[in-house]
């Protein structure tokens, strides 16, 4: 059973321009979470979304970004216009259930780089 | 944000037990205590977590107060991979899904 994935796992922009970010979830996990880890400081929560619904967006900054999970394919976390500031690993976790009472495993991270 | 208490670092000599302690005074009757550790420059990974019994798993132990204000995560026999940052973890956010991570505990790992 593959773990979660995350692609890609560098990703280097230039001020201005859009990022976006892809996870796949385990097999078998509806439940997806994003993190983001800025340099030398703690994991902190961003989004928490289920198929097709954002269930929980208080971590996500309210402009140029964006996160979905469609009933097909992977979730996507968009950055737009892209600032210095957002330069960190983007961790996406899944689950079977609500991350609570259920573990969360995470992928390997994709380091974003704003230059 | 996070409610949890533990010290900031820990050493231990390889293939030795190390137990991590962590203090969660205001957990409430349904949260269930996690931990994930996260070595350098990889993403966080699950250990273990329980309610109120005591847990075990191939990768650790886990004993949980009887009064659930704390918890100790118990490695039988440290090795040099398991030097790591260990999140414990007791509180989740509004939606009961995202966990929120604290500092942890830095593992060092001697040989």
């Known amino acids: 059973n593959a773990g979660v994935m995350q692609n890609p796992r560098h990703l280097v922009r230039r001020r201005g321009q859009e990022a976006r970010l892809r996870c796949s979830p385990m097999?078998?996990?509806?439940?997806v979470y994003w993190y983001r880890q800025l340099p030398e400081e703690g994991l902190k929560f961003m989004v928490y979304?289920?198929?097709?619904?954002?269930?929980?967006e208080s971590g996500m900054p309210k402009e140029r970004f964006s996160a979905e999970f469609p009933k097909e394919g992977p979730s996507i976390l968009r950055i737009q216009q892209v600032v210095r500031g957002d330069s960190a690993a983007y961790f996406c976790?899944?689950?079977?259930?609500?991350?609570?009472?259920?573990?969360?495993?995470f992928g390997p991270g994709t380091r974003l780089t704003v230059t | 944000d996070a409610k949890t208490t533990q010290p900031n670092s820990m050493e231990s000599n390889e293939e030795e037990p190390v137990h991590l302690p962590c203090n969660h005074s205001?957990?409430?009757?349904?949260?269930?205590i996690h931990w994930y550790r996260q070595l350098p420059s990889q993403g966080p990974e699950y250990v273990i977590h329980g309610l109120t019994s005591n847990v075990n798993n191939r990768m650790a132990s886990l004993a949980i107060a009887e009064d659930r204000k704390s918890s100790t995560l118990i490695l039988h026999r440290a090795t040099l991979r398991d030097a790591a940052v260990y999140y414990c973890?007791?509180?989740?956010?509004?939606?009961?899904?995202?966990?929120?991570f604290g500092k942890g505990t830095k593992l060092s790992v001697k040989p």
């Open positions: 979304l289920q198929k097709e619904n954002i269930i929980d």
């Open positions: 973890i007791s509180n989740y956010g509004g939606s009961q899904g995202n966990l929120i």
């Open positions: 976790a899944s689950s079977r259930g609500r991350g609570g009472t259920y573990e969360q495993y």
């Open positions: 205001t957990i409430s009757g349904t949260d269930y």
């Open positions: 097999k078998g996990h509806s439940h």
